[in-house]
């Protein structure tokens, strides 16, 4: 058995700068597994399309059906394939997904990222993902949604 894991992980809402801090852990060298493109990927899959409300969508379905740590699950999956001791995960939105990250005895350190809305609404529409919104009221309720799944729980 190996050393135990230590997990960076980040959260906070989208646009907040997340990425940035990933692209950090990226160039140090640390390996890097972002828990939004577990969700795209379910998405997809399920869906067949990338877009805001079906992502919101699936990630509701998924935690109703599999619990709050759905993600954190998948997630381990690949975490669990790294050699590195050191693993960042980009993108913690609830507390029961620390929690889960905790039962398989790995160390975890949480970093909320924080910006203002008018900061974090300029970069989504600068960033241009599939997912991101297209209007401010889109952006407020996406920040709602994100919200209501627990991510205040964690940040």
Do not use: H
Not at 36 to 53: F, L, N, P, S, Y
Not at 55 to 84: C, H, N
Not at 131 to 136: G, L, N, T, V
């Amino acid at each position: 058995m190996g050393k135990r894991k230590i997990l960076i992980c980040s959260t906070g809402l989208p646009g907040s700068g997340k990425g940035v801090l990933a692209e950090a852990a990226n160039e140090l060298g640390l390996p890097v597994i972002s828990m939004g493109d577990i969700v795209r990927r379910e998405t997809a899959k399920m869906k067949g399309v990338i877009a805001t409300q079906s992502v919101m969508e699936v990630m509701k379905e998924y935690r109703e059906k599999f619990g709050m740590d759905v993600f954190a699950r998948l997630t381990a999956k690949e975490i669990e394939k790294e050699k590195s001791q050191i693993v960042f995960i980009d993108g913690i939105r609830c507390p029961e997904e620390i929690e889960f990250f905790r039962s398989k005895d790995w160390k975890i350190v949480v970093i909320a990222v924080l910006a203002s809305p008018r900061e974090r609404f300029r970069r989504l529409l600068r960033r241009r993902r599939v997912d991101d919104i297209e209007s401010y009221d889109e952006f407020l309720e996406r920040d709602r949604k994100e919200l209501e799944l627990g991510l205040w729980r964690v940040i």
